[in-house]
Every structure is written in structure tokens, then in C-alpha cells.
């Protein structure tokens, strides 16, 4: 499964962005699609997930705020973003696991694919 994502760019804090999230070569839909986050000198986080059976999960820290949804048809992963705040910046990854157990959780080590990430820079 290969993983890219875009729509990363830089915004003012209060404003809106969406990423997206293309996956291909798969025969099949990875049961457990998220979006994570690095910033620089933290650790990756879990920010949004949804799964197959349409269950989702958000952090904490973007409940309200955040939006996640996916596109079987187009097996796209998409994130709309709203009221962005100085530390929503990150490097932002797609990733794709093929158990469910990982998904609520948002378990790092857990998912099987990764992209490259795209980022997210926020002025104030």
C-alpha cells in the first residue's frame, strides 16, 4: 500500500485547510486508516482514525475541530481542519493498518503504512 498525502501549506492561526490522503496499490481497504502528526521535537501523535466499519477516533487535542473522513470509491483519506491553532503545526502522515486493534488507540507501532507526510505551518 502506498501512501501520499497533500494539501499541507502554510496558514494563518483561525483558519481552515484540508488534507488529503491518496492510497493505492492495495487489492484491498486496510481496515484502519488515520492521520498522525510530528512536530519538531515531539513525539508522532494520533490526531484522527477511522475504520472500515465507519468507527472514529479523534485526539483529544482536535475534537471539535477536526473532521476526518474516507472515500472508498476513491480510497482517499481526507482531514478538514478548522479553528487552527499555533500547535496544530506539524509534519502531518497518513497511515494505514491492516488490524482494527490499533485504530481507537492510534497505536504508532501499530500501523503496517506510512506516507511521507506533508506539512502544516501556522502563523499567528
Known amino acids: 500500500v502506498q501512501l501520499e498525502e497533500t494539501g499541507g501549506r502554510p496558514v494563518q492561526a483561525g483558519g481552515s485547510l484540508r488534507l488529503s490522503c491518496a492510497a493505492s496499490?492495495?487489492?484491498?481497504?486496510?481496515?484502519?486508516m488515520a492521520w498522525f502528526r510530528q512536530a519538531p521535537g515531539k513525539e508522532r501523535e494520533g490526531v484522527a482514525s477511522?475504520?472500515?466499519?465507519?468507527?472514529?477516533h479523534y485526539s483529544d487535542s482536535v475534537k471539535g475541530r477536526f473532521t476526518v473522513s474516507k472515500d472508498n470509491g476513491e480510497n482517499t483519506l481526507a482531514l478538514q481542519m478548522n479553528s487552527l491553532k499555533p500547535e496544530d503545526a506539524a509534519m502531518y502522515y497518513c497511515a494505514a493498518a491492516h488490524l482494527d486493534i490499533y485504530c481507537r488507540s492510534m497505536f504508532v507501532l501499530g500501523m503496517d503504512y506510512w506516507g511521507n507526510g506533508t506539512l502544516v505551518t501556522i502563523s499567528s
Open positions: 477511522i475504520d472500515n466499519a465507519g468507527n472514529i
Open positions: 496499490g492495495h487489492t484491498y481497504s486496510p481496515y484502519c
